[in-house]
């Protein structure tokens, strides 16, 4: 059975997303979930080592059993994989994301497939789905990793915005599934369902 997916809007590691990552690293059993982070929204160095320690901070505060970070190495995430429980993806550029996760789409759909479940916030949440929007340059529409049956999401959503939504209509479905997460906000997919958790109400933009 295919692991759950959580889709965050944004501002991750902060009051308001307990219930969802809670729900993220609950297990049948009780035991406390290992986790992976995989910060490679962030810039290597500072902002990297900052997102990794702000999630290592949160999910051990919330019980997790184990941290550990990834790097987009090859074999590291393979690795880092082999017995992780919870995949956290946070938020930052999602060109850089896309570009780090890109080659282990394969590896990503297989775990998560076999019962990995998965994270991620802003960023995180964009490049999980089956397009994205690079915003630097131009905002760009492209395929993404597709892990998740929804067409596109708006993070960092606000009610009565449409982000890249009216750019991106040349290139998606003509009925297409387009989530509006709100910062500290979003929705775990667990098969076929839609759970909403957090401060605000994700929204289904058409």
Known sequence: MCGDVCLQGGAEFAPGCEAMDATMLARPDGAPRRVVIAPFAGRPGREQAMASANARRWYLGLGAGQV?????????LADALADAELLVIPGGSPSRLLEALAPHADLLRAA??????????SAG???LCRWTVLPEGGSR?????????VDLVVPHYR???RGWLDAARAVL????VVLGLP????VVLRDG???PLGVDPVVDLR
């Open 68 to 76: 550990r970070t990834a790097t987009p190495e090859p074999g590291d």
């Open 112 to 121: 998560n497939e076999a019962g990995l479940a998965i994270s991620g916030a």
């Open 125 to 127: 949440a964009m490049v």
């Open 141 to 149: 529409v492209v395929p993404a990793l597709g892990l998740v049956d």
């Open 159 to 161: 009610p009565g915005g």
């Open 173 to 176: 479905p003509t009925d297409p």
């Open 183 to 186: 910062e500290r906000s979003g």
């Open 193 to 195: 369902t839609r759970r």
